[in-house]
């Protein structure tokens, strides 16, 4: 449930073209997108989903403390890996 990052850096896909893309169907009505909304969010696959993310990015992130790289990459590749996975759904 991906979209684009807006000025005020919440995630919005207003046409859900991942789940048309995801399901292979261009032309799923608006009606069909709430259901299968509601289906993802009541089966707890959001939830899982997004702890997933969390995860690795919590995994990613110490890595890249460990890692023998100058302070200066070490702090834009963490903060791109924050950016990359902050979501406000």
Do not use: C, N, W
Not at 30 to 48: F, M, P, S, V
Not at 59 to 69: K, P, R, T, V, Y
């Amino acid at each position: 449930m991906s979209g684009e990052q807006t000025d005020q850096g919440v995630v919005a896909d207003p046409d859900y073209d991942d789940l048309r893309e995801g399901l292979g169907d261009p032309h799923l009505t608006a009606q069909a997108i709430d259901e299968l909304r509601k289906i993802i969010i009541a089966t707890g696959a959001l939830d899982e989903v997004e702890f997933l993310i969390s995860e690795r990015t919590d995994q990613a992130l110490a890595a890249l403390a460990a890692a023998e790289l100058d302070a200066d990459a070490r702090t834009a590749l963490s903060e791109l890996a924050v950016a990359a996975t902050a979501r406000s759904l």
